[in-house]
T-cell receptor
Framework: GIQVEQSPPDLILQEGANSTLRCNFS?????LQWFHQNPWGQLINLFY???GTKQNGRLSATTVATERYSLLYISSSQTTDSGVYFC?????????????FGQGTILTVHP | DAGVTQSPTHLIKTRGQQVTLRCSPK?????VSWYQQALGQGPQFIFQ???????QRGNFPDRFSGHQFPNYSSELNVNALLLGDSALYLC???????????FGPGTRLTVL
């Protein structure tokens, strides 16, 4: 099945700093989503972005499907951005609908 | 517009027991997927239900089974619980099956 790798595994920032999280995947994808998991375990949708670039406030994401990677940018980070960020994909075909998650990036933002 | 809901929030069981978890999808969604998230790991796909049938299944034993009702809500059943089944169980809904998945708050299962 498809492999999903995220980097870095851990990231520590001061409030106000910018950061880039990376997601590499091993096959062409029909769906790519970025999530933020809060301390209570809730997965919050950030982006659905199988290709192209999207922006939502201080967050933006870019997926280059032909090169099999996606990037999540966080600008002017805030303490509330802390948590675990996951990317997840499905490869289509017989895996249609099955999301495969990366191991996540743990982001800590200090005041 | 209610999002995905799950019940119960927390559950404690002992080894060998059976458990049933419940999920109601987001309004307008007809597909429900279940995931298991062990501590420190990313969620792992268990199975997906669409039109009341299991359409996709991950690498989980037959002790894990499910059901989807005509109103699109779903249940996850786990028999003969093992200590290793302790995890956060997440339900997601979508429409169509390959579309954007929205997750519920999860059920935290502890097996003693």
């Amino acid at each position: 099945g498809i492999q999903v790798e995220q980097s870095p595994p851990d990231l520590i920032l001061q409030e106000g700093a910018n950061s880039t999280l990376r997601c590499n995947f091993s096959d062409s994808v029909n769906n790519l989503q970025w999530f933020h998991q809060n301390p209570w375990g809730q997965l919050i949708n950030l982006f659905y972005i199988p290709s192209g670039t999207k922006q939502n406030g201080r967050l933006s994401a870019t997926t280059v499907a032909t090169e099999r990677y996606s990037l999540l940018y966080i600008s002017s980070s805030q303490t509330t951005d802390s948590g675990v960020y996951f990317c997840a994909t499905n490869a289509g075909g017989t895996s249609y609908g099955k999301l495969t998650f990366g191991q996540g990036t743990i982001l800590t933002v200090h005041p | 517009d209610a999002g995905v809901t799950q019940s119960p929030t927390h559950l404690i069981k002992t080894r060998g027991q059976q458990v049933t978890l419940r999920c109601s999808p987001k309004s307008g969604h007809d597909t429900v997927s279940w995931y298991q998230q062990a501590l420190g790991q990313g969620p792992q796909f268990i199975f997906q239900y669409y039109e009341e049938e299991e359409r996709q299944r991950g690498n989980f034993p037959d002790r894990f089974s499910g059901h989807q009702f005509p109103n699109y809500s779903s249940e996850l059943n786990v028999n003969a619980l093992l200590l290793g089944d302790s995890a956060l169980y997440l339900c997601a809904s979508s429409s169509p099956p390959g579309g954007t998945q929205y997750f519920g708050p999860g059920t935290r299962l502890t097996v003693l």
